[in-house]
């Protein structure tokens, strides 16, 4: 182990940031590839919005900020899902208007809040050095959940995925299934709040998944190398943001989009060197 290593695990608060970095790295690109699959890479960022509620409500009672954006954004996550199942043209401004009032609303109540909007740019933007351990067994259970689901039931997602009217026609419960990813991506929101904050996360639950497509050829090995970029940037990310004193959350989303240019880049120079 190297001496920068060394000194990192020297800090209570740098070995709780290496765990939150491992777990956001590995489960945001497990739900991701989901929703890569489904041309919804973005709706990430939509529950970020939404979760932003919870937090501020949870900074306004002057209680722990996770587990009220947790229930706030699974219902939202949920909301989500059962306006877009209705496929009507209005359902895009809805899904719009619920997006930014959750900003709006978040803005609103932290204003009313002891600590502030100096506490909600943590959540925003990500503040790893500031995970309590409290918050780290509520992201390992949810992390937990994130893979154990994502796997178990991967072929089903991913049928649901890939066509819902094949899915229904094999006897697969769609909306049961768009349900269940729906709270499995506000899980992983969560998850990522610490890390990279809301405004940021849907970087990674979508860009380790995009950068594993180039090289992979087939959804399970895709499912593979997005999880391990994911846990490369999250890690890589944490301990350069300590020594450059960088933010963790714009650190990780820069190496990650790094690492998707060197594959992409290295992908077509193979082709002109066929």
Request: proline share 3%.
């Amino acid at each position: 182990m190297s001496v920068f290593a060394i000194s990192l695990l020297h800090y209570d608060f740098m070995r709780r940031a290496l765990i939150a970095a491992v777990l956001i790295g590995v489960s945001a690109p497990a739900v991701g590839i989901f929703l890569v699959q489904r041309r919804l890479a973005l709706i990430g960022d939509g529950l970020g919005h939404i979760a932003v509620t919870g937090v501020a409500l949870g900074l306004v009672l002057d209680r722990a900020p996770v587990p009220i954006a947790l229930v706030t954004a699974v219902i939202g996550a949920v909301a989500v899902e059962l306006i877009r199942a209705r496929g009507e043209q209005s359902a895009e401004i809805a899904l719009a208007i619920l997006f930014y009032g959750g900003i709006g609303g978040g803005v609103v109540l932290v204003s009313q809040a002891p600590s502030g909007a100096r506490s909600l740019n943590q959540y925003l933007f990500g503040s790893i050095s500031t995970t309590t351990s409290g918050d780290l067994g509520t992201f390992a259970i949810l992390a937990a959940v994130v893979l154990c689901v994502s796997i178990g039931l991967g072929s089903a997602l991913f049928s649901v995925s890939n066509d819902d009217e094949f899915a229904r026609a094999s006897g697969l419960p769609v909306m049961r299934l768009n349900l269940l990813l729906a709270a499995l991506s506000a899980f992983t929101v969560v998850v990522s709040m610490r890390v990279v904050g809301v405004l940021l996360v849907s970087a990674l639950m979508v860009i380790p998944v995009a950068a594993a497509q180039l090289v992979s050829r087939s959804f399970r090995m895709t499912y593979v190398v997005a999880i391990g970029i994911g846990l490369l940037v999250s890690l890589s990310g944490v301990v350069i943001s300590y020594y450059a004193d960088t933010p963790s959350g714009g650190t990780i989303v820069l190496l990650a989009i790094s690492v998707f240019a060197l594959l992409l880049i290295a992908k077509n120079v193979g082709r002109l060197l066929r």
